[in-house]
């Protein structure tokens, strides 16, 4: 059943590397709770204690807005083949934006996707794997590309106008900063 760790061990990062699809979830004391499923090979382990993955452009952006509150997130993986097993990530995250000097560092660790926003580092205290055995199988049948392509014809302009738009703030009114920090 459950066990608890403080850091990935090289089957567990084993493990992730073999997803193709991972939760993200999010919270400030007072907000709701957010949790957004991710995938396009987003998702990049630095060290068994830290874990980075590009953001793409979408239709709100409460991480973002919540990890700048309230720097608490969780990243969950579940085996949807072979040997169940969910694995949850415990952790302080930080996000990091295009005129972050960190978001050079970063950037180039992932294959570029049209719309990415920024970088989310998640520093992990807490490593738990349970059992899984209820989530179902699923075949994985490839990568969808409506984003890719929706963010493609909007262009650079489209994506900073829908950013304003669209992302400066989330569901709650907590402001995103991705004006300020992505277009200045």
Known sequence: MGQ????LSD????FIQQQHLFFVGTATEHSRVNISPKGMDSLRVLTPNRVI???VT????ETAGHIQQHPRMTIMF???SGKPMILRLYGTASVIHQNDAEWHELFHLFDPLPGARQIFDLNIDL???SCGMAVPFFDYNGEREQLNNWAEKKGTTGIEDYWREKNSKTIDGITTHIEDKNLS
């Not at 608890?4 to 850091?7: E, L, S, Y």
């Not at 979408?58 to 952006?61: A, E, I, R």
């Open 78 to 80: 579940c085996a949807f």
């Open 4 to 7: 608890k760790f403080d850091a």
């Open 127 to 129: 490593v738990q794997t």
């Open 11 to 14: 089957r567990l990062i084993e």
């Open 58 to 61: 979408g239709s709100g952006n």
């Open 53 to 55: 993955w590009l953001n």
